[in-house]
């Protein structure tokens, strides 16, 4: 049987990430290198958009060095005149193209993904977002060495130097909103003053005890968005007013907060267990936004923590990044932050036209798996005349949709060794079906405040 494929001409015709480039066409990579910077000066056989494209392919084929990657590129291409670069050229092409260009696509491309249409990631209209960061591992090479440390851990130092990510995600779509990221030793709290940039009214931000300083929590509560914050049990925080839900009214520096004591108690097979959640919110309206129903919100912001297991486990497959100097690095984490967010943007727009899915119910190793085969056939990379608005990726998504989300519990332990050697004791892996229950605690009497 032949096959046609349908791709840009000539030098350009390597440049394609299969169905993924409908959601990154050619005009807005060429866009991108225009008022960024990194366009060729005279046409190579190695063209810019073409390196973009390589970069961005890269991402999909963490295990597999460039000229591989390359390999992938144009294994669907059979029959045309295409360049066989060495290693030595991929490389150059990369320096070439640089940072500017991926920051302006990913600048172009964040955001929270059709939130505004799909079931579950609004909260009383309020779309729901949270920040926090994870810690990812670069080459151990001098260069890379010159911007980031290794950090300590229980056997010394760690093997490999280390930078933070730190992002604002949509936790219905598990978009990337926004992110920065740098030297693990900058801190979280520094990294979620630069994202108060994205917040704005009609969103409700999900946030965990590293974020709870009371000047953090003024500073993003100015943007307008609405604070969900959990907060250390043994914090003092004065009772103002009580309210009728087992909420009081209370003071986190100069914001004026809603606090919950709630006793959260999880019933399985394996046993009870029970802890106490503090959060505080600066959604003041307790009658229209019950304390019962903040708690429950609360535990969507695990869905960031999702989001990074798709981007460090599911993608790169716990891996080092390739990169071997600092631009390089910040090249690969654009790169895989653009294509994190074309995967869920294609997964998105799949579930958006059907009303009894979910979009956490969308399995992303199928998203990543599909796309990497259509890269390899090079299918569907230019669009038919009648546009297709689920696609390939979409139908296999749809075709095998996750359960319902379960509530299930497991035990917090580290279930990979760090070692060769067999770990010490017993780890319970069992993942347990269980029952929850909430009971909100109601403060004492209001305790008399001076100012």
């Known amino acids: 049987m032949a096959g046609v494929v349908r791709v840009a001409g000539g030098v350009f015709a390597p440049g394609h990430l299969g169905e993924l480039t409908q959601h990154l066409p050619f005009e807005m990579v060429d866009e991108a290198l225009a008022q960024a910077g990194g366009l060729q000066r005279r046409l190579r056989d190695l063209p810019s958009r073409v390196v973009v494209y390589l970069l961005l392919a890269a991402c999909l084929f963490p295990e597999l060095g460039y000229r591989q990657v390359w390999a992938r590129m144009v294994s669907g291409l059979a029959g045309m005149v295409v360049a066989a670069p060495t290693a030595a050229a991929l490389c150059q092409a990369r320096r070439r193209v640089g940072v500017a260009p991926l920051r302006w696509l990913f600048e172009l491309l964040r955001g929270p993904a059709a939130g505004i249409a799909v079931r579950g990631t609004r909260w009383h209209g309020l779309l729901i977002c949270a920040i926090d960061g994870t810690v990812m591992s670069v080459a151990d090479s001098p260069a890379n060495l010159t911007e980031f440390s290794k ?8 093997g490999y130097p280390s930078l933070r990510l730190t992002a604002l995600v949509a936790c219905g779509t598990r978009t990337i909103i926004d992110a920065v990221f740098g030297p693990a030793t900058t801190g979280e709290q520094t990294a979620a003053r630069h994202l108060a940039r994205s917040l704005h009214p009609g969103m409700v931000l999900l946030l965990d005890r590293n974020f709870a300083g009371a000047d953090l929590v003024g500073e993003l509560a100015t943007t307008g968005a609405q604070i969900l914050v959990r907060l250390k049990n043994n914090r003092t925080m004065p009772v103002l007013t009580r309210h009728r839900d087992g909420s009081y009214l209370s003071l986190l520096g100069k914001v004026k907060v809603r606090v919950i004591d709630a006793e959260i108690t999880l019933t399985s097979n394996g046993g009870k267990r029970t802890g106490i959640y503090r959060l505080a919110t600066t959604v003041l309206d307790h009658r ?18 999702t989001t990074y297991l798709e981007l460090t486990s599911t993608i790169l497959g716990g891996r080092v990044l ?11 984490i654009y790169a895989l932050l653009i294509v994190h967010q074309l995967l869920r943007t294609a997964m998105t727009d799949a579930t958006s036209t059907r009303t009894d899915i979910d979009p956490d119910r969308a399995s992303f190793t199928i998203a990543l798996n599909t796309a990497r085969d259509l890269l390899i056939q090079a299918t569907a990379v230019i669009a038919e005349a009648t546009i297709d608005l689920v696609g390939t990726i979409g139908r296999h998504i749809l075709a095998n949709p996750m359960p319902d989300r379960r509530t299930r519990t497991s035990p917090r332990t580290v279930k990979r060794a760090i070692s060769k050697y067999n770990t010490k004791g017993t780890i319970d892996r069992t993942s347990y079906k269980t029952t929850l229950t909430i009971n909100i605690h109601t403060p004492p009497q209001p305790t008399p405040t001076t100012n």
Do not use: F, K, M, S
Not at 151 to 158: F, K, P, S
Not at 322 to 332: D, I, S, Y
């Open 288 to 305: 229209h936004y019950p304390a019962r129903d903040l708690v429950t919100l609360y535990h969507q912001r695990w869905e960031i923590e």
């Open 322 to 332: 390739r990169a071997r100097t600092p631009q390089g690095v910040t090249q690969e």
């Open 151 to 158: 950090q300590r851990c229980n056997n010394g130092g760690a």
